[in-house]
């Protein structure tokens, strides 16, 4: 199983990226997908998540209304869409892969499969 993330960079605040991921060694449409973030000296943190099917999403209170995932299972991809960038979501970005139906879905530990993560820097 591979998760490739990538589409992080060097944004000014108020900006917008989109970070992308591409799975490929599962079957990508039986997954519930997650993005988390890390910063310097801190813990990994939810981000967001999308389910597998008639996609319900789910967000960090840090990021709602601000950030919108999606995915595309014909590309086997999932996409975050970023608006209003702020410092604090420079962080390494990471998408990760979940098999099972749950309520606890912001526990790091739930999720399966790991992409290798991509940098995003919000400055001016």
């Known amino acids: 199983v591979l998760l490739q993330a990538f589409g992080g960079g060097l944004v000014q605040p108020g900006g917008c990226l989109r970070l992308?991921?591409?799975?490929?060694?599962?079957?990508?449409?039986?997954?519930?997908m997650g993005w988390f973030r890390q910063a310097p000296g801190k813990e990994r943190e939810f981000v967001s998540r999308?389910?597998?099917?008639?996609?319900?999403?789910y967000y960090a209170d840090s990021v709602k209304g601000r950030f919108t995932i999606s995915r595309d299972n014909a590309k086997n991809t999932v996409y975050l869409q970023m608006n209003s960038l702020k410092p604090e979501d420079t962080a390494v970005y990471y998408c990760?892969?979940?098999?099972?139906?749950?309520?606890?879905?912001?526990?790091?530990?739930?999720?399966?499969?790991w992409g290798q993560g991509t940098v995003v820097t919000v400055s001016s």
């Open positions: 992308s991921c591409a799975a490929s060694g599962l079957t990508f449409s039986s997954y519930h």
């Open positions: 990760a892969a979940d098999p099972n139906y749950r309520s606890d879905y912001n526990r790091v530990t739930n999720y399966l499969y």
């Open positions: 999308i389910n597998w099917a008639a996609p319900r999403t």
